[in-house]
């Protein structure tokens, strides 16, 4: 079957590009989904056939070959893809433009209709979701943590807003998790008990950490330091990771740079994209070539491509309160979650001790630098201690 993708003229800020060029698992959402159309066995044209039935996918949606696959096995031509299970819906709804909720831009087209998602019938589509219980946390962040996830290798979502930019790439993560789980239950014992024993060869041990280790994807090009970790991720060509760096659960692109100390978790590194020494990247997004330094610790942000986040910067991703707001179609709307970080746009620079505040956006080619009277420029005489009072060290007098 062929597969016509149609434009939705979306554009996605704070980056102000098309929504086809957004990154999800490393490249552009149209590269990504033309492997996924492939994955599915559809054939990816550039216009509408006119003499047979094909599937039609607006361009800011990110789907799965499981999930077209699971469509197209109840689907009639039509019809369009909704989904209804209610914790999906409560987990990956918010700010999604929906003309009725779960209608995703995915459908059956009869031959010779043009394409438009006007006038399509519903057909709901089972995504063959497991809900799983939340990973436990500290008591104080219970308000921002679900007490179910959904896993499933069927996937779906719009990319309607800079988080569902975190969202898509998260659900990619686990997503491949779920396929290959799914691959190998699939098999029959004997299929299993050959790729059980191929696993203990390579790994030499039944230590689970080995396995982690061993069920990575490392290129022979990648330069790994031997204390560095690495488990469950997938790492690219001519890769860097110094000493004692930590990386579990992600992807890191091509020429990605690692430094000594650094963490990498649930995250995604476009290529060339860096953290440096001591550096956090956790529930986060890098565009290619991005650059973030040691900081309080950044997570569920997205930074921009070549953007620059200097040594010392703080992202806030963590209400106590009210649901994080961001901004969508000129307005402060709630996000649905306490848990949420920055998006920071292609070329920005952020200096040292900026605090970011959660859900906001830092805009392309910004330049943001600290309060400068913390900063000292000048020094008066005096008997120390001096304390630093709108850029000028003064001595601090004594108490009697």
């Not at 550039?46 to 070959?65: A, C, F, G, M, Q």
């Not at 209400?319 to 709307?333: L, N």
Request: glycine share 8%.
């Amino acid at each position: 079957m062929k597969v016509f993708v149609s434009s939705s003229q979306r554009i996605v800020s704070p980056w102000n590009e098309p929504v086809s060029e957004v990154q999800v698992l490393g490249r552009s959402l149209s590269v990504l989904m033309s492997e996924e159309f492939e994955r599915a066995g559809l054939t990816l044209v550039n216009s509408p056939p006119k003499d047979e039935v094909y599937l039609l996918v607006s361009d800011r949606t990110w789907i799965t070959s499981a999930a077209m696959e699971a469509f197209l096995g109840c689907a009639q031509p039509g019809q369009q893809l909704q989904v209804t299970h209610p914790l999906w819906l409560e987990m990956t709804g918010a700010l999604q433009d929906w003309k009725s909720e779960g209608l995703y831009e995915v459908a059956l087209m009869p031959s010779g209709v043009e394409p438009t998602f006007e006038g399509l019938n519903p057909v709901v589509v089972d995504l063959n979701i497991d809900e799983r219980d939340a990973p436990a946390e500290h008591p104080a962040l219970a308000h921002a943590m679900p007490e179910k996830l959904p896993f499933t290798d069927a996937c779906v979502h719009q990319i309607d807003h800079w988080t569902h930019v975190l969202r898509a790439n998260w659900m990619a993560i686990s997503s491949t998790f779920a396929r290959e789980g799914r691959a190998f239950a699939r098999k029959n014992l004997f299929s299993k008990a050959i790729g059980f024993l191929w696993l203990l060869l390579k790994t030499r041990s039944f230590s689970r950490w080995k396995f982690a280790r061993t069920l990575s994807q490392v290129p022979k090009s990648a330069n790994i330091h031997p204390t560095a970790v690495v488990e469950l991720s997938v790492i690219g060509e001519g890769a860097e990771i110094g000493p004692y760096a930590v990386i579990r659960g992600s992807v890191i692109g091509d020429g990605v740079k690692i430094e000594e100390h650094a963490v990498v978790n649930a995250s995604v590194l476009g290529s060339k994209a860096r953290v440096g020494k001591r550096g956090t990247a956790n529930l986060s997004v890098l565009y290619p070539e991005a650059f973030i330094s040691a900081g309080a610790g950044h997570q569920a942000c997205v930074f921009g491509r070549k953007c620059f986040v200097a040594w010392g910067v703080t992202t806030f991703d963590l209400s106590f309160g009210d649901p994080i707001k961001v901004r969508q179609h000129g307005q402060r709307v709630s996000s649905n979650t306490h848990f949420l970080g920055s998006a920071v746009g292609h070329r920005a620079r952020i200096g040292g001790e900026v605090s970011l505040g959660y859900g906001v956006e830092v805009p392309n080619d910004a330049t943001l630098v600290g309060h400068a009277d913390r900063v000292m420029r000048h020094w008066e005489d005096g008997a120390s201690p001096h304390r630093v009072v709108d850029g000028v060290a003064r001595s601090v007098p004594k108490k009697d």
